[in-house]
Nanobody, 122 residues
Framework: VQLQASGGGLVQAGGSLRLSCAAS????????MGWFRQTPGKEREFVAAISWSGGRTHYADSVKGRFTISRDNAKSTVYLQMNSLKPEDTAVYYCAAARYNLGSTSQAYWGWGQGTLVTVSS
């Protein structure tokens, strides 16, 4: 599966953005999917994950209650709705496919594509 994230941009603190991750390949619906983010000099950080059916989700504590992950298997797309954004959410956001379970480490995922930059101004 090949993945491409989009939807990033500049937003003021308290605002919202919705990221999309479009997948190519016929096996998208077989994979759990995750969103990660990364800032310069830091390791990639887990944000959220969703099971192949969409029935199970998992969030980092830092975004719980503010971000919502969802997917549309008919469109081979996974989304990340980000509300109440904070300056500390500023990062490049990446999507990836889960190898097995919905882990919280980057090693549990593969198929990293280009990320999309989110900048939250204070």
């Amino acid at each position: 599966v090949q993945l491409q994230a989009s939807g990033g941009g500049l937003v003021q603190a308290g605002g919202s953005l919705r990221l999309s991750c479009a997948a190519s390949g016929r096996t998208f619906s077989s994979y759990g999917m995750g969103w990660f983010r990364q800032t310069p000099g830091k390791e990639r950080e887990f944000v959220a994950a969703i099971s192949w059916s969409g029935g199970r989700t998992h969030y980092a504590d830092s975004v719980k209650g503010r971000f919502t992950i969802s997917r549309d298997n008919a469109k081979s797309t996974v989304y990340l709705q980000m509300n109440s954004l904070k300056p500390e959410d500023t990062a490049v956001y990446y999507c990836a496919a889960a190898r097995y379970n919905l882990g919280s480490t980057s090693q549990a995922y593969w198929g990293w594509g280009q990320g999309t930059l989110v900048t939250v101004s204070s």
